[in-house]
């Protein structure tokens, strides 16, 4: 059975309402003679930015695979395969924010970032258990959801005082 887990909402509305909270003025700012290049650039980088959080993750009853956005592989992210049965563990490194990531290691000894951001966790924990004989106990999202749903909400207070500033 193919199942497949995208970007957490959360990390995507994230991003999303803060690209907008940090340039949605720049057109209304800007000079008569720039203002039709920056809204272009405004809804270029729009695009860009959703199409940069539509990574998701496909596992099957052979392998999983991570795959990128066309923009994404563009700059520099790749899609990737694993047999399930060429992981051989999972390695957890600290980040310098006190978290922790996660790495496939395979028989090869080749390392893929185990995906932290994606909806449904526990359930791709399971699979990963299920398929695997790598230790999954210290597998967690990278960070709280809570701090995604934090930045959503002043990201989006934002945008609602640059309304009401640029209204009056």
């Not at 959080?53 to 991570?66: G, N, Q, W």
């Not at 951001?117 to 791709?124: C, V, Y």
Request: proline content about 3%; glycine content about 2%.
């Amino acid at each position: 059975m193919i199942k497949t887990f995208k970007t957490l909402f959360f990390v995507k509305s994230s991003l999303i309402s803060l690209y907008l909270a940090l340039t949605l003025p720049i057109p209304f700012i800007s000079s008569g003679k720039l203002k039709l290049i920056s809204i272009l650039i405004f809804f270029l980088g729009l695009i860009l930015i959703v199409n940069l959080t539509d990574d998701y993750v496909k596992t099957c009853e052979s392998k999983i695979s991570f795959n990128s956005s066309f923009i994404s592989r563009l700059l520099g992210k790749k899609n990737w395969e694993i047999i399930w049965k060429d992981i051989k563990l999972i390695k957890s490194l600290p980040t310098s924010q006190g978290s922790k990531v996660h790495y496939f290691v395979t028989n090869k000894d080749e390392n893929f970032l185990v995906p932290q951001r994606i909806e449904d966790f526990e359930k791709f924990i399971s699979i990963i258990a299920n398929k695997t004989k790598a230790d999954v106990s210290n597998l967690s999202y990278i960070s709280p959801l809570w701090t995604y749903k934090l930045l959503t909400v002043l990201s989006v207070l934002m945008i609602f005082g640059e309304i009401i500033a640029f209204s009056i």
